[in-house]
C-alpha cells in the first residue's frame, strides 16, 4: 500500500533498517538512480523505551541508541554528498517529541 501511494506522489518508498549502515547506503543509491539527487532528508525513526530507565536491560538501550542516534548519523553521512549545495538542501531531524531541528549544508 505504501509503494502504490509513494507512485502516486511521483515519490519512491524504500525500506532500511537505519542501525545498518550497508543498508542505508543501498536505500540511498536506490534514491539517487530513481531521483538523480536528494533535496532533503527527513530523520524520524526512533523507538522508546519499553520500561523505566532503571529497569532498562543493555540491549533496550543499545536500540535505543541505534535507532535514536546512529541511524541519524548514518543517514546524515550518506544523503550528504549527494545533496545540492546550496540553500535549498535541507535535513530535518526528530530526536524525540521535544526536540527538532534543520540542519543546512
Given at each position: 500500500?505504501?509503494?502504490?501511494?509513494?507512485?502516486?506522489?511521483?515519490?519512491?518508498?524504500?525500506?532500511?533498517?537505519?542501525?545498518?549502515?550497508?543498508?542505508v547506503r543501498?536505500?540511498?543509491?536506490?534514491?539517487?538512480?530513481?531521483?538523480?539527487?536528494?533535496?532533503?532528508?527527513?530523520?524520524?525513526?526512533?523507538?522508546?523505551?519499553?520500561?523505566?530507565?532503571?529497569?532498562?536491560?543493555?540491549?533496550?538501550?543499545?536500540?535505543?541508541?541505534?535507532?535514536?542516534?546512529?541511524?541519524?548519523?548514518?543517514?546524515?553521512?550518506?544523503?550528504?554528498?549527494?545533496?545540492?549545495?546550496?540553500?535549498?538542501?535541507?535535513?530535518?531531524?526528530?530526536?524525540?517529541?521535544?526536540?527538532?531541528?534543520?540542519?543546512?549544508?
Amino acid at each position: 500500500a505504501l509503494g502504490e501511494r509513494a507512485a502516486e506522489m511521483n515519490a519512491l518508498h524504500v525500506v532500511a533498517d537505519v542501525g545498518d549502515h550497508d543498508d542505508v547506503r543501498s536505500a540511498v543509491q536506490e534514491v539517487v538512480r530513481a531521483h538523480g539527487r536528494i533535496d532533503s532528508l527527513v530523520n524520524c525513526a526512533g523507538v522508546a523505551a519499553p520500561r523505566a530507565f532503571a529497569e532498562l536491560t543493555r540491549q533496550d538501550w543499545d536500540r535505543h541508541l541505534t535507532a535514536n542516534l546512529i541511524g541519524v548519523f548514518n543517514f546524515c553521512q550518506t544523503v550528504a554528498p549527494h545533496m545540492p549545495r546550496d540553500v535549498s538542501a535541507v535535513i530535518f531531524k526528530f530526536s524525540d517529541k521535544d526536540f527538532f531541528s534543520i540542519i543546512r549544508l
